[in-house]
Each structure stands twice: as C-alpha cells, then as structure tokens.
C-alpha cells in the first residue's frame, strides 16, 4: 500500500488530493480491523529487534520514524494510536521544538544526532531536522547558502544512520488548508482543546503556499533509497494512521530477524537452577 | 484496595503471601474487565496533567512509579501492561542497570536526579535508587555506613520530590522463590526467551534471604506519606497489574486537575483563524 506513497524525482504535494486513501478501497470499518490485526505480529517483530539488542547480537538494527506535517496534521494522533501499540520500552520518542539558545549556538543536526535510537530501538522523531528546510526556509531564519548546504547534509546524515544499522522511515503527513481549519477551529470552540491551540499557527497557516513550496523542495532532494518518504494523505485520520502502521510492519518485517541465540550453556544453567 | 498493600512500621515480606490478592476476591476474569474499565478514565486524566504542563499552568505536577522486585517478578510486564496502555508522548521510562565508571564516580543519586520526571509527566523507574541500598547491600558492594547514610539521603530526596510536585509511588513486586524458579525454568525452556535469562539471576538467588531481609529493612524505612511503598503480591501477574494500574489511576484522580483555561483571546482567534 505504502510504495504508491513514495516520493519520486517529480513529486509535487499538489498533484496528491489530502482526502484520498491510495492503494486501500475499503472502508474505515475494514481499516479497523487491519489496524488491529498488526499487531500480534508488530509486538513480536518488535520484541525480536529489542532481544538482539540486549543479547549484544552485532548488527542488530534500529528504526527511525520521522513525522513531519503542518499543525494539527496528525503527529501526535499517530504516535499515540501506532506507536502507543508498541512496548514502551522499546520506543523513543524525540520532540523538536524551536531550538534553544545552546542548540543554535550548533550545527542544526547536533540536536538530532543526539536523539538517534540505539539498536533494537524504535525512535520517533516529532517534527525533526527537517524544520530546519521547512520553518527556517519560509522564515528566513537562515540565509539561502545555509539552507542549500543542510539538504545535502541532510542526506549525507541520514545515508550515515543507514550504514550504522538505522532503518529510516519518513513520513510526511498532507492535509489540506481548510482540514487545518476545521481542525483549528474545532481547538477554539472545546475547552479541552485550547491547549493544543497556539495563536502562532494561525501565522504560519498564513504562509501555506510558501510551505507547500518548502515540503516540495525537501522531499524531493531528500527521498533516498536509504531514507525514502511517504507522503501520506491524512484529512482521513484512519486511513493515515493505517499506512504509517502498516510501513512499521513492512519495516520490521524486512530485518528478518530471528531470536538471539543463548549466551550460555543451557544445560549447565537448568542444572545450576536446580540445586539452586 | 491498594491501601491494605501500603507498608507500615511492622512491615515483613514474609507476612504476605505472594500468591494471594488482598482486596480482590473477584476472578481472574473480572480483574481483566476491570482493568480494560480503567483506560479510558487514565487517558482523560493523563492528558489532563500533560496539557496543563503544556499550558505551563504554575503547579502542574508530575507522577513517578518506582518498580522494584526480584527478576521475573514482572516489572517488565508492568510496563508493558500497565504504561503500555498511556499515551507515550507522556511518558519516560528510565531503565537502571549496574551504575557505569562515570556514574560510580559520582552519589549514587546522581544518575537518578537526572531521570526525574518534568512536569505533566508519568515517569516510570525500571529499577532505582532502591538497587543502592539492596544489591549494594547484600553483595556489600558499599561499606555499611554508607548504606545507613543512604535510606536517610532517600527520604530526603524523595521528600524534595514531593515538594516540588512530584507524586512518587513506590511498588515491590513480591514473589515467591518456587515462582522466580519456576518462571526462570520457562526462559531456559524457550529459546524466544534465552534472551531474558542470564546466569547471573542464580547467582542473586541464591542469596534469596538476604534480600528479602535487605527488603524489609529498605521498604520499612523509606516508606513515607509524602512516598509510599506497596508490596504488591506477584505471583499472580493479573492481580499485580491490576493492583499498579488502580495505584496509577487513584494518583491520577487525586490531582483534581481542570483542563487549562486559554492563553488567549478565544473570539479574537476565531476572526483571524476565519480571515486566514
């Protein structure tokens, strides 16, 4: 389902409708029950993945999934209903917000590579190095050179993760302007919304075009074979919270991996286990 | 029903039997219908804590859950379990193994200060600063005046915790020495399991009476108002995630928190979010 989502060399977010599910013609009942399905199996794969890292087996793999989107596109809906199915100990979640005084005085990836997952762990990155080509970009918050120089470090950062044994995954969730305005509006007219409402949205949303520019560019120049991104039409939550469980599956899958064999003598120890 | 677990001044583990369920007498079967009646309230509640914080409403508190227990007496399935049904965006948990050089080089509560939980956070203790008076204990790993020194540095500590709005509850997963052989025995049987065992875990229980006596003594003099300790019988896993999901459920509730009001000026939102 997932591969129709891939960006290409021509991709272009204005020639994918928010509101279609690519590759799924069923209903959202039926997704339901897909969804649900994943995840005897996520939980062992998972499982699996952590025992080899605990075991010390070498070249045991990590994930990285990277969620991008505008305001309200679904980030936390869908770390709370995918990766809130997995173990949470073998999760870490990594939440960017703007950066401090102390990770501007660095290279805009110092931030990152510090919140990499170690092997056999799913790291989540809630927004990531990529506002540094999306915000940064449409705000000038640094000059043209600059954001020129970070695509290319950008790829060169991710093709690292990848040869360490990282399994990156981008995701950039797509809805359109006016689902950002139901779901806005919808944070000021319930008092157990307004926290998640900011005025500073309202000024971003007044940049739209200028971000659809900037998630364009990004995209493009950063879909790798080592780190490809899914564009995920999302104004229908299920249907994207559906795609992003079934590439962790995919993802899991394609470790093949098995159970980390005994480090010891299991005779010996049954036998010590005894007498103990 | 976690009251008549709380540890008084008389306390001794070998008064409670691990395989009863204090203040249950209900099936297997009703402690599953109950347990899945709980999410939804400890959903609301969570988010609740989360969104004040958030909010960066003044005295928003933080909840912090100290698991400690032999090995297999199930503090991984807790996780699981229990924190495994929260939203993790609201959630670290801090896993303590053997301290490493630099963390030797410095109090033993240094590493755990570092771990405590922001604000609106559910922080969970994988193991603790509780191993610093137990296996340190036991193996006189510390001379014994340091020991003495810590259950007071312990208090202190978790006082300030307190103070500072950090609600610290503290469980003891109780097992019995058949149980953890019988449960040692199972990882030994199955290679999807060999990654749990290791040789090591005969070598502590062999030493079984030192710890339940380093036990008793630990949970009887840093049981506290401001930080309990609940000796949770273990043997019975559904009773024991029952007991800790009710303990996190009845910390929730007792927060009384509103959801924050708005930071700005709702009607006024309403124009710009429409004119955007």
């Known amino acids: 389902m ?3 989502l891939r960006v290409g060399e021509t991709f272009r977010l204005s020639d994918i409708d928010p509101s279609s599910t690519p590759g799924f013609d069923g ?29 010390d087996e070498p070249g045991t793999p990590s994930i990285l999934l990277v969620l991008q989107g505008m305001d309200t596109s679904g980030k936390g809906g869908i770390i709370r209903h995918v990766v809130g199915g ?12 703007a950066p401090t005084d102390e990770e501007r005085a660095h290279d805009f990836l110092w931030r990152i590579e510090k919140q990499v997952p170690p092997r056999g762990i799913i790291g989540v990155f809630d927004r990531s190095h990529y506002e540094d080509v999306l915000i940064q970009r449409v705000r000038s918050f640094a000059p043209p050179e600059e954001i020129e120089r970070r695509y290319g470090a950008i790829t060169e950062f991710e093709e690292q993760l990848a040869s360490a044994g990282t399994h990156v995954v981008k995701v950039m969730l797509h809805i359109s302007k006016e689902e950002q305005g139901e779901r806005l509006a919808e944070r000021l007219d319930r008092p157990d ?4 409402y900011n005025p500073g949205d309202v000024d971003e949303r007044e940049l ?9 560019i990004a995209l493009r120049r950063t879909s790798t074979t080592s780190a490809p991104w899914y ?10 919270r559906l795609v992003v469980k079934g590439l962790l599956l995919d993802t899991l899958r394609s470790l093949d991996l098995g159970w980390p064999p005994a480090k010891f003598d299991v005779e010996e ?8």
């Open 193 to 196: 919304k307004y926290w998640k």
């Open 2 to 4: 997932a591969e129709v």
């Open 231 to 240: 564009c995920v039409p999302a104004n229908r939550k299920w249907y994207a």
């Open 208 to 216: 739209w075009p200028a971000y659809q520019e900037a998630y364009d």
């Open 269 to 276: 120890e049954r036998r010590r286990l005894a007498a103990s």
């Open 86 to 97: 997995v173990d949470p100990q073998g999760v870490r979640i990594a939440s960017f917000k």
């Open 27 to 55: 209903t959202k009942k039926d997704a339901a029950k897909i969804f649900d399905d994943h995840d005897a199996e996520i939980a062992e794969l998972q499982e699996r993945m952590y025992a080899n890292a605990r075991a």
